[in-house]
């Protein structure tokens, strides 16, 4: 690894920490460079901006979600669940990951204003939620269009009843 590549790792590392204890209002150029003991603009030669940092940081968040997600889905397909089954496993995981994770899962979906996002965070955003629409057409046979809307109905539904359930706008569901 080179040095360049090693410094990388280690602010992205730090803030990871500070978004998982503190969450993203708390991360800073200042605090990463302080903590990596470098200067800001040694940050700056590593990162764009801190949005680039942020949203490398999400792409993080997202692993974790996706991994979660599609465990929970293989479970469901080998215990042969029907459908509805598989969407019920994959929302109570979701939802169990924002009350976990709500400092992550604040910055995966409350932080950035970013428009457009970069190709390459589109490509990891997108790329999760493909891998469960491919398994859904593969066990349950249904035409990749109608997946898509399905698989698309259900992630705003349940990420609409995540933000209000974790911006306490509403009491806890089951």
Known sequence: MTKKTTLRSEILDIGWEILSEKGRESLRMRDLAKRAECSVGTIYNQFENLDEIVLRLNVKCLD??????????????????CLKGVFR????????????????????FESLAIDPFPDWYRKEVDGGIEEIEKAIVKTYGLSAEKTTQIVGFFWAAIHGITSIMLNKKRGQFD
Request: charged share 35%.
């Open 64 to 81: 974790l979600l996706y991994s979660t997600l599609h465990k929970e889905m293989k479970k469901g397909i080998k215990d042969k669940e």
């Open 89 to 108: 496993r994959l929302g109570k995981a979701y939802l169990a990951f924002g009350t976990e994770h709500p400092k992550l899962w604040k910055s995966l």
